[in-house]
Structures are given as structure tokens and as C-alpha cells.
């Protein structure tokens, strides 16, 4: 349980633009050593944090304790629910740990991981699927494609965005949307009619989510 609180503290100090700090406590919370999940999370908490900090050898250190912590485990966590960290999950922070420590290995690898965690949600029951993750998974993918000068791959990983109701898109997908809207109106794309229409469009569905009827289910994780 001490683990696990040290998770939700990271996670609130990492929403709140702390992220040294959400690094720190996901230390603290590897300290407190338990079986299961845990451990994978608190890994991918901190190697997500580090990499946005921009400690980037901090965060590839991170992202390896945590598929080390993952691959010791036997059978699953006791405690499921919301004490459990899917392996889903767990791909889903390594993508975009991996887009924020950058560099076209890191970005490949990103694309990889984003497109793992997809699969596994979408092949999960229904309750063990988070939206908030497929959003940001779908995101980081299309973010990734465009790194990568490939904006055919970005539109296509923003369908998924494009096609779902903006009221399912919690404050945080907003925000990278938001950003990647500024990416595509970049000097390197020159002007590109492909880039300035994804951005409209993205400006279009950032402007529906950010709506007040817009109610988002579930809070970024």
C-alpha cells in the first residue's frame, strides 16, 4: 500500500508540472518493495517523469527496471483492479517516455510500444480498456509518424481521434493535442496542404473537447 501511494502522489505531482518531483516520489515508492504490478509502475512513473524533465539517460535506465519488474513477475497481481498496472498500461508510458527522450531509435521505438499497448487494450475486456490510454497511445503514434516525416502515418493514427466523441477526451489529451497541432504548423513542413488540414481539424476537435458540455470519463492516468 506505501508503494502504491507513493504511485498516486507521483502521478498528481507529474498532472501538476512537477515532474522532478513526480521522479522523486516514484523512487521513494521503489523502496517499499511488494509483489506484482507495482513495481512496473512505479518504474514507469519515474521514467516517464524523467524523460519529460529531460534526464534522458535517467529515463532509458528507468524504462529498463520497469520491463525487468515486469518480467519477474509470477502469475498476476493479488489485488486487481485499480491496484493492478497492465501490461497495456505499462507500453502506453513507454511510448511516450520514449517520444520525450527523442532521437529516431527512441522515436521508432515509441511507435512500437503505442502500438502494442492498442492491441493489448483492444483485445481486453471491456473493463479492463481505458480510453484515456487509447487516446494517448493513438497520439503518441501519430506524434511519432510525424517526428519521423510521415504524415500519411500521422493522419492515419489521428482517425481514431477524429472518429470518437470529443467529450470522451479528458484535459490532458487536449493538451497534446494542442501541441501537436503547433508541431504541424512547423517551418518544416513548409506549408504542406496535408499538415495545415490536420491541424485545422485538430484545432476543430481541441475546440469540441475543450467545450463546457464536454464531461470527460476518466481522469488522465
Known amino acids: 500500500m506505501l508503494a502504491w501511494v507513493r504511485a498516486v502522489?507521483?502521478?498528481?505531482?507529474?498532472?501538476?508540472?512537477?515532474?522532478?518531483q513526480a521522479a522523486r516520489l516514484a523512487q521513494a515508492g521503489r523502496r517499499h518493495w511488494a509483489p506484482g504490478s507495482i513495481g512496473a509502475r512505479l518504474a514507469s512513473l519515474e521514467a516517464r517523469a524523467l524523460a519529460i524533465a529531460g534526464d534522458r539517460v535517467g529515463a532509458v535506465a528507468a524504462l529498463a527496471d520497469a520491463e525487468r519488474s515486469r518480467e519477474a513477475m509470477s502469475g498476476h497481481d493479488e489485488v486487481p483492479g485499480i491496484f493492478a498496472f497492465p501490461a497495456a498500461k505499462q507500453f502506453a508510458y513507454a511510448g511516450t517516455t520514449n517520444l520525450a527522450v527523442g532521437g529516431r531509435e527512441h522515436v521508432q521505438q515509441a511507435i512500437a510500444s503505442a502500438g502494442s499497448a492498442i492491441?493489448?487494450?483492444?483485445?481486453?475486456?471491456?473493463?479492463?480498456?481505458?480510453?484515456?490510454?487509447?487516446?494517448?497511445?493513438?497520439?503518441?503514434?501519430?506524434?511519432?509518424?510525424?517526428?519521423?516525416?510521415?504524415?500519411?502515418?500521422?493522419?492515419?493514427?489521428?482517425?481514431?481521434?477524429?472518429?470518437?466523441?470529443?467529450?470522451?477526451?479528458?484535459?490532458?489529451?487536449?493538451?497534446?493535442?494542442?501541441?501537436?497541432?503547433?508541431?504541424?504548423?512547423?517551418?518544416?513542413?513548409?506549408?504542406?496542404?496535408?499538415?495545415?488540414h490536420l491541424r485545422e481539424r485538430l484545432q476543430h476537435t481541441v475546440v469540441l473537447a475543450a467545450s463546457p458540455a464536454a464531461h470527460p470519463p476518466e481522469l488522465p492516468t
Open 9 to 20: 502522489e507521483s502521478l498528481i505531482a507529474y498532472w501538476t508540472g512537477r515532474y522532478e
Open 119 to 196: 492491441r493489448l487494450y483492444r483485445s481486453a475486456e471491456d473493463d479492463d480498456q481505458s480510453v484515456g490510454d487509447l487516446f494517448a497511445a493513438h497520439v503518441d503514434l501519430a506524434r511519432g509518424h510525424l517526428l519521423l516525416g510521415d504524415l500519411d502515418g500521422t493522419q492515419a493514427m489521428l482517425g481514431f481521434v477524429f472518429d470518437s466523441p470529443p467529450d470522451r477526451m479528458s484535459a490532458s489529451i487536449v493538451r497534446r493535442l494542442t501541441a501537436l497541432g503547433r508541431e504541424l504548423g512547423g517551418p518544416q513542413y513548409g506549408g504542406a496542404a496535408q499538415a495545415a
